[in-house]
Each structure stands twice: as structure tokens, then as C-alpha cells.
């Protein structure tokens, strides 16, 4: 049993859509992570959210962090194919060490 | 400039073989980790070192022992490799703060090692 689950898995668009990827757990999170990973490479950090509610916004990317820090999105405005790669939300709980737990991830292709 | 380095990039071995993959940080960062990915790119946590002590030990076989000669540096051993061990393992770092800190630091991963055993 995964405590954060993203969807979808898989997502093929064409240049120019939008879309959304969602990441939901049943567990309260003191902070999420997104992270985007190229293949043959590390995840690389896109952005953390902390507060309930929160949102943030990297360009044509908007992050949300739900009221109750259960859950997130990850919102892309007018894809482009740069944007193709494996997306990756991670939460963290509350005291202890910084071991975050991942979700199996969702794989964008933003075709020309 | 290479922030997180491991070596090998890729490594092919036999069953019951022992490996070791090696990992060195050059960000200054008191914190190291070892991720496995497995083929449907779930990343799991394995091991945390900070300033050479164990920190986080998530249930790994005991086939794995990590090794930390100094902060910029944490090695994974491997015995008795076996078919389910086949996976990318990346390494990361971070710049740790302790217990209570709500934000956590960003961890810088490592390109990965991809191990497969036949």
C-alpha cells in the first residue's frame, strides 16, 4: 500500500494542452515535494509547499498544497515538449529526519 | 560541476555476486542517502546517514550495508546478489536540519547506478 498515490500514470498530450497531475494520501503531510526526473537522471526539485492551501507558481507551473495537507496538484499551462519527463510528489511527515516518501510518480510526453 | 557523483553508472553481474556502488557529494551537505527505483519507477528510501551515523534504516535486507568513511561519502555494499536486486539505486544529499524543522532541505540526487542482475 502506497501513502501517497498519483494520477494518472501515464499522460500523452500534444503541445499547447493543459493539464493537471494529482497526488492524494490519506495521511496529513507537513510538506510536499514535486520533483521531475529526465531518464538516465536524478529527480531534480521543482518546488515544496508547507502550508495548507498553499499555492505556488514556477512559470507555466502551479503547484497546490491542500487545505488539509492530504493532498496536491500539479497544474501545467500550455505544455511544451521540455516538459516530457517522469513527475514526481513526495511528502514528509511532521519531527524526525528528512525522509520523504514518494509516489510512484506520473509519466508526461508533450508531443510537437 | 558535478554536485552528487556516483560510480558505477551501470553495472551488469551474476547472481550471488557481491558489488559495492560508490557515491561522493561536493556540496558541503551533512546529510546522504541511498534510493532504490525499482521498473515501474517507484523510489523508495533505503538508508540516511548524517555526519556518519545511521539515521534512517528503512527494512532492507541485511545483504545491504551502507558505509560512510566521511560526511562527503556514502557507499553501498551489496552481497549474495540476487534477481530482485536489479533496480537503479541513486544516491542524494541534503543539508539536514534536525528534528522539529517543518521545511524540509532540497536533496540533491545522483544520476544513478543501474544495476542488473542475471
Known amino acids: 500500500t502506497q501513502l501517497l498515490e498519483q494520477s494518472p500514470q501515464f499522460l500523452s498530450i500534444q503541445e499547447g494542452e493543459n493539464l493537471t497531475v494529482y497526488c492524494n494520501s490519506s495521511s496529513v503531510f507537513s510538506s510536499l515535494q514535486w520533483y521531475r526526473q529526465e531518464p538516465g537522471e536524478g529527480p531534480v526539485l521543482l518546488v515544496t509547499v508547507v502550508t495548507g492551501g498553499e499555492v505556488k507558481k514556477l512559470k507555466r507551473l502551479t503547484f497546490q498544497f491542500g487545505d488539509a495537507r492530504k493532498d496536491s496538484s500539479l497544474h501545467i499551462t500550455a505544455a511544451q515538449p521540455g516538459d516530457t519527463g517522469l513527475y514526481l510528489c513526495?511528502?514528509?511527515?511532521?519531527?524526525?529526519?528528512?525522509?520523504?516518501?514518494f509516489g510512484a510518480g506520473t509519466r508526461l510526453a508533450v508531443h510537437p | 560541476d558535478t554536485a552528487v557523483s556516483q560510480t558505477p553508472k551501470y553495472l551488469v553481474t551474476q547472481m550471488g555476486n557481491d558489488k559495492s556502488i560508490k557515491c561522493e557529494q561536493n556540496?558541503?551537505?551533512?546529510?546522504m542517502y541511498w534510493y532504490k527505483q525499482d521498473s515501474k519507477k517507484f523510489l523508495k528510501i533505503m538508508f540516511s546517514y548524517n555526519n556518519k551515523e545511521l539515521i534512517i534504516n528503512e527494512t532492507v535486507p541485511n545483504r545491504f550495508s551502507p558505509k560512510s568513511p566521511d560526511k562527503a561519502h556514502l557507499n553501498l555494499h551489496i552481497n549474495s546478489l540476487e534477481l530482485g536486486d536489479s533496480a537503479v539505486y541513486f544516491c542524494a544529499s541534503s543539508q539536514e536540519k534536525l528534528a522539529g524543522g517543518r521545511l524540509p532541505d532540497t536533496q540533491y540526487f545522483g544520476p544513478g547506478t543501474r544495476l542488473t542482475v542475471l
Open positions: 556540496l558541503g551537505h551533512d546529510t
Open positions: 513526495a511528502g514528509r511527515f511532521s519531527g524526525g529526519y528528512n525522509k520523504l516518501i
